[in-house]
């Protein structure tokens, strides 16, 4: 299971990058739409409502607000299955 969490250690010494223009152009990001509301789920999430996680069967990515699971919950698992590979 991939998830996408967020970062464990939130360094008080290392601020979040700041807000500037320059973005990660060089390689191209690959964009995951979460398979329930069809959003974007990002690399690196700056909320809880960004997390999300990849199913182990299909490879589609969802929140885990859409999926209704927490970090608390995966963490017990091995594999996460979607809604429709759960089935
Ligand atoms: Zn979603
Ligand atoms: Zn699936």
């Given at each position: 299971?991939?998830?996408?969490?967020?970062?464990?250690?939130?360094?008080?010494?290392?601020?979040?990058?700041?807000?500037?223009?320059?973005?990660?152009t060089q390689?191209?990001?690959?964009?995951y739409?979460?398979?329930?509301c069809?959003c974007?789920c990002?690399?690196t999430?700056?909320?809880?409502?960004?997390?999300?996680?990849?199913?182990?069967?299909c490879?589609?990515w969802?929140?885990?607000?859409?999926a209704?699971v927490?970090?608390?919950?995966?963490e017990?698992?091995?594999k996460?299955?979607?809604?429709?590979?759960?089935?």
């Open positions: 299971m991939v998830r996408h969490s967020l970062l464990p250690s939130y360094d008080k010494t290392n601020p979040p990058a700041q807000p500037k223009k320059k973005r990660k390689k191209k990001v690959p964009v739409l979460c398979g329930t069809g974007d990002v690399d999430p700056q909320s809880e409502a960004d997390q999300s996680v990849n199913c182990d069967i490879g589609v969802v929140h885990y607000v859409c209704g927490s970090d608390q919950s995966l017990s698992v091995d996460w299955f979607c809604s429709k590979c759960k089935c």
